[in-house]
C-alpha cells in the first residue's frame, strides 16, 4: 500500500512523498543491536522478574481459561487481546509490588487481570483507568474512571498522586501525532513520574520490528521508546521485555518455566509488553 494520504478519525492527512508501510529488519541494523545489548545488559533483573512470575504460578493457575459467562468481571488467559506474559506480568508486578497506586492508560482484560491480583492477595491498591472507550466493561472494578483521552488530563495531577513502588501501564492508540496520546504519555507523563515507579508499554517489538499484521495500522509508538533508550536512559532499568524474552534463547526457557502451570494455556505464551522501572530522573536547569 502506497499512499499520499492518511485518514485519521474526522481528519486527512495529506502527505509530501508517496508512504509505504514495511517491515524492516531492526533487529540487525545497529540501532537494532544496540537495543539488544541495552536489553541484555539487564538479564539478570529479566531473570529475576521471570522468577518472580513463578512464584504466583498457583494463584494465576486458578484463573480460568476461557470467559465465564456469568462473571464478566473475571479475567481469562484466551481472551484475543492480551497474552499470558503479558496478564502474568501486570499480575505479578501488582501481587509482588503492592503498589498504593495503578494506573493504566486504556483499560480492558488488563483492567481484570490486576483486580484479580488485588483480590487474590488482599491488597490496598487503587485502580486508575483513563480511557475514553474501554475494550471491555471495566468501570465496576476500577476506584477510578477517567473516560478522556490522556492528552485532554491533568497530567501533573495524575502523576502527583503515584510514588516508588507504583506501576503504570500504558495500551492506547499506539500512534504519535501531534499532541496524540502517545506523545503526550512520552513527553509530559514519563518525565513526570517517580523514581522507583514500574512503567510497561504495551504492543512493543524492540529490538524487532513491528508484526506485519500491524502495517495497516500505522503504529509508531515503540519507535519512541527505541529512541528514549538509545539516547540514554541510563538510570533505568529494564525488568521484561515480553516479545523479545520469548524469542531470546538465553531468555526463552526462563519464560516458559515461568508459566509453566496446567492452568495457563501454553496456546496463549507470548506477550508484546516491555516494562522498566524509573531510575533517579535526571535533573534539569539546576533543579
Known amino acids: 500500500m502506497s499512499t499520499k494520504g492518511l485518514s485519521w478519525g474526522p481528519f486527512s492527512v495529506q502527505l509530501d512523498y508517496d508512504y ?31 522468577t518472580r512470575i513463578a512464584v504466583f ?21 484466551t481472551n484475543g487481546w492480551l ?17 498504593s497506586v495503578y494506573l493504566e492508560v486504556g483499560s480492558g482484560n488488563s483492567t ?14 487503587r485502580i486508575i483507568s483513563i480511557d475514553p472507550c474501554p475494550r471491555a466493561e471495566v468501570d465496576a472494578i476500577c476506584d477510578e474512571v477517567i ?27 499506539h500512534r504519535g501525532f501531534q499532541n496524540s496520546d502517545v506523545t503526550v ?39 519512541y521508546l527505541g529512541m528514549y533508550l538509545l539516547g540514554g536512559a541510563v538510570n533505568d532499568k529494564i525488568i521484561m521485555p515480553a516479545w523479545y524474552s520469548c524469542r531470546e534463547p538465553a531468555l526463552a526457557p526462563h519464560v ?6 496446567p492452568g495457563i494455556p501454553h496456546s496463549t505464551l507470548s506477550g508484546s509488553s516491555f516494562w522498566m522501572e524509573f531510575g533517579a530522573r535526571v535533573p534539569t536547569n539546576g533543579e
Open 20 to 50: 509505504t508501510p514495511a517491515v524492516r529488519a531492526l533487529e540487525i541494523s545497529k540501532g537494532g543491536r544496540l537495543l539488544a545489548e541495552r536489553i541484555l545488559r539487564d538479564r539478570s533483573r529479566i531473570e529475576e522478574t521471570l
Open 57 to 77: 504460578r498457583e494463584d494465576m493457575g486458578r484463573i480460568p481459561a476461557n470467559a465465564v459467562e456469568e462473571d464478566p468481571e473475571q479475567p481469562y488467559w
Open 83 to 99: 497474552p499470558a506474559v503479558d496478564a502474568a506480568m501486570l499480575y505479578s508486578l501488582v501481587a509482588s509490588h503492592r503498589p
Open 112 to 125: 481484570k487481570f490486576v483486580r484479580r491480583a488485588i483480590r487474590d492477595h488482599s491488597l490496598a491498591t
Open 147 to 173: 473516560r478522556s483521552p490522556i492528552e485532554n488530563v491533568d497530567i501533573d495531577n495524575v502523576a502527583a498522586r503515584l510514588k516508588s513502588g507504583d506501576v503504570v501501564f500504558v495500551d492506547n492508540s
Open 185 to 223: 504519555c512520552f513527553m509530559e507523563l514519563m518525565p513526570a513520574l517517580p523514581s522507583g515507579v514500574c512503567f510497561g508499554v504495551h504492543d512493543i517489538y524492540l529490538p524487532y520490528d513491528y508484526d506485519p499484521c500491524h502495517l495497516d495500522y500505522f503504529y509508531n509508538e515503540q519507535y
Open 256 to 261: 516458559v518455566t515461568a508459566l509453566d502451570h
